[in-house]
């Protein structure tokens, strides 16, 4: 099975330039845990929800005076739609990571791949992802 | 498999007078994303990075004024540590999360139990966690 047959298209994201309460009210309102940053729709990095709170939060920053590119993450770790589902979960193993940006083959940004994701393709791949992954608890 | 024998037993807490601030560091220092409020020896809440995103850092609100009481999940779900996984996972299944909390029989806090344990114990129950669970993204 493909990524493209399970990864999620409707990707949310934010500017760098934001505020992280901007960010913040925008997970809020979508319901959602992760912003992809872009600029001028080149990918410059991921913001999580967890990122606002322990790296900026627990920092004691002021979240209506940082911005989102303070505190993102810029190591994004990609795969390609077109790839097998199993090397997607080979990569999250590997990384330790339950999330992929998916691109396409003229490298621009096609959806994400989670872990759930995944269990909708296949319980033992997403299993094997939860065992290596950094604990969530 | 029992509970207990895959859920995580040292937890740290938090009480409900704690600053959100300080909760978020301590997520940051033990590499958690919740924490039980414990009040007098009792469960009161739970609290994770995402609540102290979406409930004090998208409101606007100070984390050093917002104080745990104001920003935590209050209601719990639990399992007790005899129980067998099958059941942990159709609780977690049920009401679409990731996590449960464990007691003992005498209803005192022994841990928690993620989506993430089960995996250790098994694949196909983790993965059936993850379909039902509301979306990561």
Same mark, same amino acid.
């Given at each position: ?6 990864? !999620? ?18 997970? !809020? ?10 600029? $001028?729709?080149?990918? @410059? ?7 606002? !709170? ?15 590119? /303070?505190?993102? /993450? ?6 390609? $739609? ?18 992929? /940006?998916?691109?396409? #083959?003229? $490298? ?9 994701? @995944?269990?909708?393709? !296949? ?6 992802? @939860? ?5 969530? #608890? | ?8 037993? =040292? ?9 959100? =601030? ?8 033990? %590499?958690? +994303? ?6 007098? &020896? ?17 409101? +606007? ?34 009401? %679409? ?8 029989? =005498? %209803?005192?806090?022994? &841990? ?10 098994? %694949? ?14």
């Amino acid at each position: 099975m493909k990524i493209q047959e399970l990864m !999620s298209t409707e990707v949310a994201s934010v500017r760098p330039d934001a505020s992280l309460r901007q960010a913040a009210r925008k997970m !809020s309102e979508l319901g959602v845990g992760t912003l992809l940053v872009l600029e $001028n729709d080149e990918l @410059l990095g991921i913001i999580t929800d967890r990122d606002i !709170s322990v790296h900026a939060v627990a920092m004691g920053r002021d979240a209506n005076w940082t911005d989102v590119k /303070t505190v993102m /993450t810029t190591d994004v770790v990609t795969c390609f $739609n077109d790839q097998e589902i199993s090397d997607a979960a080979q990569v999250m193993e590997e990384q330790h990571i339950r999330r992929l /940006t998916v691109l396409n #083959h003229d $490298n621009k940004l096609a959806g994400l791949l989670s872990v759930d994701d @995944l269990a909708r393709g !296949s319980h033992d791949l997403a299993g094997a992802v @939860l065992e290596a992954a950094t604990p969530l #608890h | 498999m029992k509970i207990y024998e895959i859920m995580s037993s =040292k937890v740290i807490s938090t009480t409900p007078d704690e600053t959100t =601030k300080e909760a978020a560091r301590k997520m940051h220092d033990l %590499h958690v +994303g919740s924490l039980p409020v414990i009040d007098d &020896g009792k469960l009161v809440g739970i609290i994770t990075d995402r609540d102290i995103c979406c409930r004090v850092v998208a409101t +606007g609100r100070d984390a050093v004024m917002t104080k745990v009481s104001e920003a935590m999940g209050t209601t719990v779900v639990t399992c007790f540590d005899d129980q067998d996984i099958t059941e942990a996972a159709d609780i977690m299944a049920e009401n %679409h999360i990731r996590r449960l909390a464990v007691l003992t029989r =005498k %209803h005192a806090v022994a &841990g928690f139990v993620s989506v993430d344990d089960l995996a250790r114990g098994s %694949h196909e129950l983790a993965s059936t966690v993850l379909e039902a669970a509301t979306p990561a993204h």
